[in-house]
């Protein structure tokens, strides 16, 4: 028999480790927009310091010719991008320490459900990993493929996360009565779920083109840099369309199911308000010159949609329709 304040202990943990992780990438999204990216040149010091310097005069006279030695041309010290990248460290080693609580609290598991404790020291494993790539992505002068890994590891790591809270409370979702919902929804949400993951893939490139663009121009006259997106770009913003009737379909049947589910009619709502600020901020970058605010929301709403489709295939899958 499962210690209920334990049980409850674990998925309170799991829960806050799994936004933690949303916010680790708004925040990635955040550094990115700003390019801090290179804001330390070196890991897991920066600038050679535990704790980043304030101010040029903290550092020796040539230090732009000692990292261009290392191979990071044109170093130049920048106190705020310093600290935006250095908080976004600071914010991927606490979300290292909550996986281990969650990790911990999760052995109670170990008699009735050994998979909860096995995939929670699986993610131990891969956060560690994720932290050994975030070396690699400063090392390669960050490199937009090792970017893209970077995040779409970030994605696995919540994918597992939200599995493994769900699974630990089975009972709750068995209670959930999805009867009332088409027989085709479980098809339309696998659907959805590939377009949403297809939809990131492109997002991902054209995200390292705004990079390469950006670079080229400095994070100056952003209202040019359109003007040399490549085609995927193009394809990636009309795709939008069908992820968003697509998503209208699932929340709508969600919503007309709340009689019986208030946490599918909660879903619903929420999946709608996810998909439209997603792609209103994704209007924003292409017709307002790619405002640094829109970048990080729109990579969060993407993060987010396909973690709550996630959610609700999960709950499809162990509900009274299926159990």
């Given at each position: 028999?499962?210690?209920?304040?334990?049980?409850?202990?674990?998925?309170?943990?799991?829960?806050?480790?799994?936004?933690?992780?949303?916010?680790?990438?708004?925040?990635?999204?955040?550094?990115?927009?700003?390019?801090?990216?290179?804001?330390?040149?070196?890991?897991?010091?920066?600038?050679?310091?535990?704790?980043?310097?304030?101010?040029?005069?903290?550092?020796?006279?040539?230090?732009?010719?000692?990292?261009?030695?290392?191979?990071?041309?044109?170093?130049?010290?920048?106190?705020?991008?310093?600290?935006?990248?250095?908080?976004?460290?600071?914010?991927?080693?606490?979300?290292?320490?909550?996986?281990l609580?969650?990790?911990?609290?999760?052995?109670?598991?170990?008699?009735?459900?050994?998979?909860?404790?096995?995939?929670?020291?699986?993610?131990?494993?891969?956060?560690?990993?994720?932290?050994?790539?975030?070396?690699?992505?400063?090392?390669?002068?960050?490199?937009?493929?090792?970017?893209?890994?970077?995040?779409?590891?970030?994605?696995?790591?919540?994918?597992?996360?939200?599995?493994?809270i769900?699974?630990?409370?089975?009972?709750?979702?068995?209670?959930?009565?999805?009867?009332?919902?088409?027989?085709?929804?479980k098809?339309?949400?696998?659907?959805?779920?590939?377009?949403?993951l297809?939809?990131?893939?492109?997002?991902?490139?054209?995200?390292?083109?705004?990079?390469?663009?950006?670079?080229?121009?400095?994070?100056?006259?952003?209202?040019?840099?359109?003007?040399d997106?490549?085609?995927?770009?193009?394809?990636?913003?009309?795709?939008?369309?069908?992820?968003?009737?697509?998503?209208?379909?699932?929340?709508?049947?969600?919503?007309?199911?709340?009689?019986?589910?208030?946490?599918?009619?909660?879903l619903?709502?929420?999946?709608?308000?996810?998909?439209?600020?997603?792609?209103?901020?994704?209007?924003?970058?292409?017709?307002?010159?790619?405002?640094?605010?829109?970048?990080?929301?729109?990579?969060?709403?993407?993060?987010?949609?396909?973690?709550?489709?996630?959610?609700?295939?999960?709950?499809?899958?162990?509900?009274?329709?299926?159990?």
């Amino acid at each position: 028999m499962i210690d209920i304040e334990a049980a409850l202990r674990f998925r309170r943990i799991g829960t806050i480790t799994i936004f933690a992780v949303y916010f680790l990438i708004l925040v990635g999204g955040i550094v990115r927009a700003s390019g801090a990216g290179m804001g330390c040149p070196d890991w897991p010091t920066c600038f050679g310091k535990l704790i980043p310097p304030t101010d040029i005069s903290q550092l020796p006279p040539d230090y732009k010719t000692i990292y261009a030695e290392r191979g990071y041309q044109n170093t130049d010290f920048n106190p705020v991008k310093t600290w935006t990248e250095y908080l976004n460290r600071l914010t991927g080693a606490s979300i290292g320490i909550l996986i281990l609580l969650t990790a911990w609290s999760s052995r109670i598991y170990l008699k009735s459900d050994k998979t909860v404790f096995y995939l929670c020291l699986a993610v131990v494993f891969i956060v560690g990993f994720q932290a050994w790539l975030g070396s690699v992505v400063v090392a390669s002068n960050l490199k937009p493929l090792m970017i893209t890994l970077h995040m779409l590891l970030a994605l696995f790591i919540v994918a597992l996360l939200i599995y493994v809270i769900a699974r630990s409370q089975r009972e709750f979702f068995q209670s959930l009565d999805t009867q009332s919902l088409p027989h085709v929804f479980k098809g339309v949400l696998t659907a959805a779920l590939a377009m949403t993951l297809i939809q990131v893939a492109m997002g991902t490139q054209v995200r390292e083109a705004v990079d390469l663009i950006a670079n080229e121009h400095a994070y100056i006259d952003r209202q040019y840099w359109r003007d040399d997106l490549p085609i995927i770009f193009y394809v990636h913003r009309s795709f939008s369309s069908i992820i968003l009737f697509t998503n209208l379909w699932l929340a709508w049947k969600l919503y007309r199911s709340s009689a019986q589910n208030r946490l599918l009619h909660t879903l619903g709502i929420a999946l709608t308000v996810m998909v439209v600020i997603a792609i209103l901020a994704g209007v924003s970058l292409d017709r307002l010159g790619f405002p640094a605010a829109a970048q990080p929301i729109h990579l969060l709403m993407a993060n987010f949609i396909f973690g709550t489709q996630f959610f609700i295939y999960i709950c499809l899958i162990y509900s009274k329709q299926n159990s």
